[in-house]
């Protein structure tokens, strides 16, 4: 429904009676005709009759009590077009270009707001850069300065402060740590088994054949002489003894007290013993050539250099020593974080590894005392041992039943040897394919084959033992009990 006039929707629709159309309706009587008004907008035709007083279609005479108002639902109007023309163009460009500008200013402080920030951020994290950089080069410097530690002077006594300085090898021993592993480094990834060596085959036929009599109560450990025909073995009254394999008896003892002996080891056909006085004494030809006091408490383990010419200890006071056996003085002492258990050097010289009570093995730089590497463990540290293939370090801790193997590149373990049972030591042979592993539920010897790289097992055997040796050619196991008795495993 349009209006007539305007041609669009009215708001208030009317119709004149004067205006339209005949429509022909039938009915009973025939056709009638009648006509149907035109619609106007109201307001537009009374003011069209008020201005020419006639209808607009039929140009009719008109008032306005001819027009008959409509009842219809409100129509809501369409938006009137806005940009039929170039001046409502224009503002509609204008009212977008200045939205446009306005959105560009909010943006360009947004960005000015974010540079800020991240110029902030930035001076920050170069700030706490270099802070934590300085950080480093101070614990750096505090580590260093730490582990040049040296005692220097008399003995001192248990509980006493120690004297230090920052004098670290002498350039005489740093040579020979220099020459000793360029020679054993250059051979040793090349090296065959030796012709005669034992094999698994031979291994598996071990059988306890010998055992002595009870030597010295509560020995912690022995040391096999380079011959295999000498033992030493020390207890806890602060003797000990070279015992013969071949005449079964003690041929030479010596007294290391006060206090019982910790640790014992050959020194050519020297004998040195370590005490829980903290002293480290030599012996030659059963008379003591001379003793060093540097620990200031209970002295845990000994080793000696691939040279043989530096002996190392390690204790309970948290140090370890090395000992110059040419001048028979203390070359240096350093300071770690924890008491020491056990100690060991690598086969080319050029390492020394301590284990902690913290279950830390702490590999050191012999050179520089540096601290080249820590090894995690479970516990406190019970026993180490260097692989002679120069790669792997085999150790195990107190109340775990496994042996770990690390790879001294990778500073990861590359395999655990479980046993079920605790574990008092670890040693490797020479060849580097048998690992001995013995505690109190017995001893067992692992197998490293290096065609097939694989483990196994040729050797099981309940000998209850707190230290183990190796004979000459791994044709023989030497091990010690509680009880300091020495059981032989060899063929029969």
């Known amino acids: 429904m349009l209006c007539a006039i305007s041609g669009e929707a009215p708001q208030d629709p009317v119709a004149s009676r ?10 009973k009587d025939g056709q009638v005709a009648d006509k149907v008004g035109t619609v106007f907008e109201k307001r537009l035709i009374e003011a069209y009759i008020a201005e020419n007083g006639r209808d607009p279609v039929t140009n009719e005479d008109l008032s306005t009590d001819d027009l008959i108002e409509l009842r219809t639902s409100r129509i809501v109007r369409p938006r009137p077009p806005t940009l039929t023309s170039i001046p409502s163009l224009l503002s509609v460009f204008q009212n977008e270009w200045d939205a446009l500008a306005l959105e560009t200013h909010t943006l360009r402080q947004q960005l000015t707001q974010t540079r800020q920030e991240l110029s902030t951020a930035l001076y920050q994290h170069d700030a706490a850069v270099r802070v934590i950089a300085r950080l480093s080069r101070e614990r750096d410097e505090a580590r260093e300065a730490l582990s040049r530690v040296s005692v220097h002077g008399g003995p001192t006594t248990n509980g006493e402060a120690m004297q230090v300085d920052s004098s670290g090898l002498s350039s005489d021993l740093i040579a020979k740590v220099e020459a000793t592993q360029e020679r054993l480094s250059k051979t040793r990834r090349k090296r065959p088994v030796p012709d005669g060596w034992a094999t698994s085959d031979v291994l598996s036929s071990l059988t306890p054949t010998e055992k002595s009599t009870p030597l010295y109560a509560g020995a912690p450990s022995f040391s096999l002489n380079a011959r295999g025909d000498f033992a030493l073995v020390g207890g806890k009254d602060g003797r000990l003894g070279a015992y013969s394999i071949s005449k079964k008896a003690i041929v030479q003892e010596m007294d290391a007290g006060p206090g019982f002996v910790t640790d014992v080891l050959w020194l050519g056909d020297r004998a040195v013993a370590s005490t829980s006085t903290g002293t480290v004494k030599i012996y030659e030809s059963g008379s003591e050539l001379t003793n060093f006091s540097g620990h200031a408490g209970e002295v845990t383990a000994l080793a000696i250099h691939p040279c043989g010419e530096i002996l190392a200890s390690v204790g309970v006071d948290k140090t370890y020593i090395f000992y110059d056996l040419t001048s028979n003085t203390i070359a240096t002492q350093v300071l770690s974080d924890a008491a020491l258990t056990t100690a060991g050097f690598h086969p080319d010289g050029h ?128 091990c010690l009990d509680a009880e300091g008795s020495i059981t032989t495993l060899a063929r029969r």
Request: proline share 4%; net charge neutral; hydrophobic share 45%.
């Open 18 to 27: 004067k205006s339209g159309r005949l429509s022909m309706q039938k009915d």
């Open 351 to 478: 390492l020394f590894a301590a284990g902690g009570v913290d279950g830390q093995i702490k590999v050191y730089d012999v050179k520089s005392a540096m601290n080249a590497a820590n090894f995690d463990s479970t516990g406190p540290i019970t026993a180490i041992s260097f692989s002679e293939n120069g790669t792997w370090l085999a150790t195990a801790a107190k109340g775990s039943t496994g042996v770990s193997i690390w790879d001294l590149r990778k500073a990861a373990v590359v395999h655990m040897i479980d046993i079920a049972s605790p574990i008092s030591a670890v040693r490797w042979e020479y060849s580097g394919q048998f690992l001995a592993i013995t505690g109190p539920s017995g001893l067992v010897v692992q197998h490293y084959s290096k065609a097939t790289k694989e483990w196994s097992e040729p050797l099981k055997n309940a000998v209850p033992s707190v230290a183990v040796e190796w004979g000459l050619n791994a044709e023989a196991l030497f």
